[in-house]
Structures are given as C-alpha cells and as structure tokens.
C-alpha cells in the first residue's frame, strides 16, 4: 500500500504533467484557428481553378498533355502527407494504417512529414523523398513536392500518382483519404462546401463564360502544372489543419484527464491520512487506558 509520501509526489507530478499539457493545448489552439482559416479559404480558390480549367477543357477540343496520359497501373506513387510530431492522438496512426494497404510490391512513396517517412522505413518499403513543412505550408515546399511527383510521372518511373492525407472535416473529424493527382483526369467544375466535400457542378448557364488568350490550348497546357502545385499546397494546408485540430484535443483530453486523476489521487491520500490520524487516536487511547 502506497505512503502519503508516495501519493503527495505522485500528485505533484501530475499537477506537472498537467500544466505541461495545458500549455501545449493553448498553443495548438492558437495555431488551429488559424491552420483551420487556411484550408477554408484555400478551397474557395481552388473551386474557382477547377471552374476555369473545365471551362479550358471544353474550349480546347482533343487537347491532350503528358500528364493527362493514361497508362496501366504497374507502378504506383503515393505521396504521404503526415506530421513531423505526435502527441495528436490517432492522426497518424489511423493516416498510416490507410497508406500500408497500398502493395509494397508495387508502391513508391514520397512523404512529406518525419512520422511518415520513419513508418515508411520502419516498414521497409521502397522510400523515393522525403520533404519537410511547416506549420504554416509555404507554396514553394508544395511545389518541391509536386515536380517531384510529376519527373516521377513523366519518366515512366510510376504510372499513377495518389496523395495521402488527413482531410480536415471538423474540429473533431480528420478523415484519412486518398486522392488521385496524376494523370489528371476529366475536370469539372467543383463547389466547395465548408465541409470541403466537392460537388461536381455541370457547365452550363450558369457558368461563368471566359475569353482566353492566346487561345485554350496554350493556357490549359500552361495552368496544368499550377493546378498540381495548387492541389499539394491545398493538401499540406488540410494536413496542417487536421493536426493542430487533432492535437488540441489530444492535449485538452489529457489535461482532463490529469485533472480526474489528481481528484482521485487527492481523495485517496485524505483516507489514507485519516486512517493514519484514527490509527494514532486509538493506540493513544489504549495506552491511556492501560496506564489507567
């Protein structure tokens, strides 16, 4: 049985580990709001871009680019979007058992995020880059990460090009999902909801209607590899937000948590002090009464 010594430094250490957590909760916080703002307001952009390049595609008849090729899937790429830290609960775990059902056999992985990559050697499978982010995604760390994918594409190395990465729902919602990026298929016109569900919208009347010069041919082939850059950095945007939003209440649930526990712990140390007190009171008495 525990002293009241043991439990008063058990209770110390809590009220540490708490204060720790609580502090880390209100970081996440302030970085959420603001990961969150982010990912929001970059889906209206690329709602309009997907808009633009439908309306490109149904302008430029048979066009046809590199990476609009379709080839049979014999090699495949995913590029891993996962987080440099953890202590985000099961973020990473649920993104990771998702990206492990690819088969290893015929499967390059590109990941951006330390947990991925470590989960990628760990696994021993075959690793082509790592990169790195920050917290707050710059558009050029995106735009390394889709050249990459696309020389990988271009070069026949891999056939097809996925993204894996938490997509950010709510604040208490991160879905794990996989995404096509290459070879880019048919485009349409999306609309963004707050969830970030994409609900394709057909070209018609309500439209808006664009003049492009010099003509759609030569600006679909030269938006193409912006849109790419674009999707990553709309991904790395939604991995960030997942995580902080993740995280914070990872930390706010273990603050909670510490709480409950130094309750408990509190609760325990007063019975045990006043069995001591009790037990004192009575071998006094019985002296009292012996020498009596």
Do not use: W
């Amino acid at each position: 049985m525990p002293s009241t010594r043991d439990i008063r430094r058990r209770i110390k250490s809590v009220k540490n580990t708490a204060q720790i957590t609580k502090a880390m909760q209100m970081v996440a916080s302030a970085k959420m709001r603001k990961a969150q703002q982010a990912a929001l307001a970059g889906r209206a952009y690329a709602s309009l871009m997907n808009e633009v390049l439908a309306a490109t595609t149904a302008g430029a008849g048979d066009f046809s680019h590199p990476l609009m090729e379709q080839r049979e899937v014999k090699k495949r790429g995913v590029i891993l979007i996962s987080t440099d830290k953890g202590l985000c609960g099961a973020l990473n775990t649920n993104l990771l058992r998702e990206a492990a059902k690819f088969d290893k056999n015929t499967t390059v992985y590109v990941c951006a995020g330390r947990k991925g990559a470590q989960f990628i050697a760990r696994l021993k499978r075959e690793l082509a880059a790592e990169f790195t982010y920050k917290d707050v995604p710059a558009f050029a760390e995106a735009r390394a990460i889709s050249k990459f994918a696309q020389e990988l594409f271009l070069s026949g190395k891999v056939d097809r090009v996925d993204v894996m990465v938490t997509h950010f729902v709510s604040t208490l919602v991160q879905k794990p999902e996989a995404s096509q990026l290459l070879p880019i298929g048919k485009l349409h016109a999306l609309e963004a909801g707050v969830s970030g569900q994409h609900a394709p919208q057909e070209l018609g009347a309500a439209s808006r209607e664009y003049l492009f010069e010099p003509d759609p041919t030569n600006v679909l082939g030269n938006l193409l590899p912006h849109y790419l850059n674009y999707q990553v950095f709309q991904f790395l945007q939604e991995a960030k937000a997942s995580e902080q939003s993740a995280r914070m209440v990872a930390m706010k649930n273990a603050t909670d948590n510490a709480k409950q526990l130094i309750k408990d712990l509190t609760l325990e140390y007063n019975k045990l002090r006043q069995a001591n007190i009790t037990k004192e009171l009575l071998e006094i008495t019985s002296a009292a009464m012996a020498m009596g």
